[in-house]
């Protein structure tokens, strides 16, 4: 299988893409490809840089059997479009500021909505921001990662 670097955008990075970065790798470890899928996450805000995951995120990623250790970082142009092949991002706002600092077609080609690759939540085109909600918006979130990185896994393997 072909080797595939993927890198999980949200705005604080201590949300949504450090739950998907330790979803997937989960996933993908279970499925014995973490020679093959790399995985990492960064944000476009540096409000909460070098800080782990929000606790409310840790605490309901705990309770589903995941541990989140990812220290937030920013999203770096000069670098992360060089060194992932798909860009995943959360919402229209993530989009539109990792498209803006993209040079050229070929990096712009590799930012796509994690909500693509939704099986059972047809009715969602993003990843909501938990941040200002309460738990049900966390369990939320951590429904619609789960779905999208079995979808992204399937994918990936399917396409081999
Ligand atoms: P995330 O959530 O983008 O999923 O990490 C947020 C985290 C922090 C803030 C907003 C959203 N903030 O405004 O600090």
């Known amino acids: 299988m072909k080797e595939t670097r993927i890198l999980f955008i949200c705005l604080g990075n201590i949300c949504r893409s450090p739950a ?13 490809l973490s020679e093959t899928i790399h995985i990492d996450s960064a944000g476009i805000g540096s409000w909460h840089i070098g800080k782990l995951p929000d606790s409310r995120m840790r605490a309901h990623a705990a309770d589903r059997g995941y541990d989140l250790l990812h220290k937030a970082r920013l999203f770096n142009p000069h670098t992360d479009f060089d060194n992932f092949d798909l860009i995943l991002v959360m919402d229209e706002e993530n989009y539109t500021n990792i498209i803006h600092q993209a040079h050229n077609a070929q990096e712009r080609q590799k930012v796509r909505y994690l909500a693509e690759y939704l099986c059972h939540h047809p009715q969602y085109r993003i990843i909501p921001d938990p941040y200002y909600g309460g738990a049900d918006h966390f369990e939320l979130v951590l429904d619609l990662i789960e779905d999208a990185c079995h979808g992204l896994l399937d994918t990936l393997v399917s396409a081999q």
């Open 20 to 32: 998907a970065h330790g979803i997937m790798e989960e996933f993908v470890k279970r499925a014995g």
